[in-house]
């Protein structure tokens, strides 16, 4: 039985997510039309950059995850939980117990 990714505790509202990488020297760039709602995520000094899609009302803590490992900022306490669980399933994955 898999973690249940609709949990609150597996979300991150989008405002947070904007004042935790902007701490961090991220900047959000959003697209134009035809992409509108799309938006990147830039890491000024590096030029690293991670795309996220809409919806974003709360994102799941995996994509938020992803976002900081792509960057290499901190992670938020809800991806750090996701980043256990994932090593969790990775480790299943590779036949470890």
Same mark, same amino acid.
Request: charged residues 30%; hydrophobic residues 35%; negative net charge.
């Given at each position: 039985?898999?973690?249940?990714? &609709?949990?609150?505790?597996?979300?991150?509202?989008?405002?947070?997510?904007?004042?935790?990488?902007?701490?961090?020297?991220?900047?959000?760039?959003?697209?134009?039309e035809?992409?509108?709602?799309v938006?990147?995520?830039?890491?000024?000094?590096?030029?690293k950059?991670?795309?996220?899609?809409?919806?974003? &009302?709360?994102?799941?803590?995996?994509?938020?995850?992803?976002?900081?490992m792509?960057?290499?900022?901190?992670?938020?306490?809800?991806?750090?939980?996701q &980043?256990?669980?994932?090593?969790?399933?990775?480790?299943?994955?590779?036949? &470890?117990?």
């Amino acid at each position: 039985m898999g973690a249940d990714q &609709e949990s609150p505790s597996y979300r991150i509202k989008w405002a947070d997510f904007q004042d935790w990488v902007k701490a961090h020297g991220c900047r959000i760039e959003a697209f134009s039309e035809p992409y509108a709602g799309v938006v990147d995520v830039i890491k000024d000094e590096t030029g690293k950059r991670f795309t996220i899609y809409p919806p974003f &009302e709360k994102l799941n803590a995996y994509t938020v995850y992803k976002a900081c490992m792509r960057l290499g900022i901190p992670m938020p306490d809800c991806a750090k939980e996701q &980043e256990k669980i994932q090593n969790i399933i990775d480790n299943h994955r590779n036949g &470890e117990k």
